[in-house]
């Protein structure tokens, strides 16, 4: 096995020397640096992620707690951080909310208990002012739409923003009776992914000189049969409907269903866009449009966060909110009928890499 000492040999520098390169010092000189990156290439030396950590006092382990796993959107997610944080050399332990703030709470006190060196919260529930739960010494970044009373490590989707995309593309579309499934107005005390992607869709159409109908909001919980049902009761109050906006793409699949249940076309009759760009949404018939989050520089800089937390690297009053950027898909779902289907991208690298 190639140790430490054997790099330093190989480079002809000491084993300190070799640790503050390994670990990433930048006090380092940059030729010596390429002389001992050298030596561990040609050595084949790996760093004993468990020694070190046990010395560090950390166990190598964070926590991810979602709300679920069994749904296209947290899947990916969950598999993304999976492959991100091994980048840092941590393994992941997944943790089920349920949706309810007693998972999400209990989730906090797990990682404490288990001793994982931080958690990535999906927070749904957690109030504003739930913000001292999150801003102990113990390192949390959560991922979710709402806000809190004070600051704390938070990455968000720009879910306002994505609802303002999907609202212009239907318009431009020629759609002039739009509505939404999953959509849900906020009554001023609380802000979540619902109202957020409600209240962008709202302000865009009143931008471009339209109200949106409170009747046109369906308020549904995000089930395929849920969504597919809301259309039935969207129809009886809006029968001219000729443009949906879903919450997720889960939610749209579901309404597509239920149009044809209907015996209405999409196109044709109602042009529908999802949120959230899963890879069903390019596999339905007709292909989806959707909103895509940059899911990957999101968990990335969620990672971040908590990497920079666990180093003690940033002050304790040093908390940080990033938004993670928004990207229209247009699919088969919102084509103009009069000519071709406007795609997608061709495939060609992960359409979701990078910051957008």
């Not at 993670?324 to 690298?349: H, K, N, Y």
């Amino acid at each position: 096995m190639v140790t430490m000492q054997d790099v330093a040999r190989r480079a002809g520098v000491s084993a300190m020397t070799v640790s503050n390169v390994v670990n990433e010092r930048h006090y380092v000189r940059e030729e010596t640096r390429r002389k001992v990156s050298a030596a561990i290439e040609e050595l084949g030396y790996t760093v004993n992620t468990t020694a070190r950590n046990l010395r560090q006092g950390r166990t190598g382990v964070i926590g991810l707690a979602l709300s679920e796993i069994d749904r296209p959107y947290f899947g990916r997610l969950s598999a993304l951080v999976v492959r991100r944080a091994r980048q840092h050399g941590y393994e992941v332990v997944i943790e089920i909310t349920g949706d309810r703030r007693e998972g999400e709470m209990a989730a906090i006190q797990h990682s404490r208990l288990r001793s994982y060196d931080g958690l990535l919260l999906y927070a749904s529930q957690l109030k504003a002012d739930d913000s001292s739960l999150l801003r102990a010494d113990y390192p949390i970044v959560l991922f979710g739409e709402r806000t809190y009373t004070t600051p704390v490590d938070h990455v968000v989707v720009a879910n306002a923003e994505g609802g303002a995309l999907a609202a212009r593309h239907l318009l431009e579309r020629g759609c002039s009776r739009l509505a939404m499934v999953g959509g849900r107005w906020s009554d001023g005390d609380d802000a979540d992914v619902a109202t957020a992607r409600t209240q962008g869709f709202a302000d865009a159409l009143r931008d471009a000189g339209q109200v949106l109908d409170p009747e046109a909001v369906r308020d549904t919980p995000y089930t395929l049969p849920a969504s597919r049902d809301a259309v039935g009761s969207l129809l009886a109050v809006m029968p001219d409907v000729d443009g949906i906006f879903c919450a997720t793409d889960w939610v749209a699949l579901g309404v597509m269903r239920g149009l044809a249940d209907h015996g209405l076309r999409i196109p044709e009759d109602v042009k529908v866009i999802g949120f959230d760009d899963v890879e069903e949404a390019a596999f339905a018939r007709p292909s989806l449009s959707s909103i895509a989050p940059d899911l990957v520089g999101m968990v990335d800089a969620a990672l971040g966060l908590l990497v920079e937390r666990v180093a003690g690297s940033r002050g304790a009053d040093d908390y940080r909110e990033v938004v993670g950027g928004v990207q229209l898909r247009a699919r088969e779902s919102t084509a103009d009928e009069r000519g071709p289907a406007i795609r997608a991208p061709e495939a060609g690298g992960d359409p979701h890499a990078g910051r957008r």
